[in-house]
Nanobody, 124 residues
Framework: QVQLMESGGGSVQAGGSLRLSCTAS????????MGWWRHSPGKEREGVAR????????SYSDSVKGRFTISQDNSNSTVYLQMNDLKPEDTAMYYC?????????????????WGQGAQVTVSS
């Protein structure tokens, strides 16, 4: 089982940038995918970015493509989400996620281990 610890987030004005970090511990070798999801009130939880931890390939939702970048540092088992040109509609709780059997499917992976969440608030 993988444990995930997020950091970063906060409040920013529209057009600003934030970076989220997620450090994994435990059985990290069984997770081929790491990703970021978000959930805002009144909306369904959605996947926004994921990275294949073996080959570094990435995938993004249409709503963040070109503005968000997911990356990894395998030396310290950390995944990052750089968020640029933030918009008020990006306001949400952001969750780091790792691959797990029978998890929620998105972008070719199943996500079943979750961090505690990091709030991102973008004001207009």
């Amino acid at each position: 089982q993988v444990q995930l610890m997020e950091s970063g987030g906060g409040s920013v004005q529209a057009g600003g940038s934030l970076r989220l970090s997620c450090t994994a511990s435990g059985d990290t070798y069984s997770s081929n995918c790491m990703g970021w999801w978000r959930h805002s009130p009144g909306k369904e939880r959605e996947g926004v970015a994921r990275i294949n931890t073996r080959d570094g390939t990435t995938s993004y939702s249409d709503s963040v493509k070109g503005r968000f970048t997911i990356s990894q540092d395998n030396s310290n088992s950390t995944v990052y989400l750089q968020m640029n040109d933030l918009k008020p509609e990006d306001t949400a709780m952001y969750y780091c996620a790792a691959e797990a059997p029978f998890g929620s499917p998105w972008a070719g992976c199943r996500f079943g281990s979750w961090g505690q969440g990091a709030q991102v608030t973008v004001s207009s």
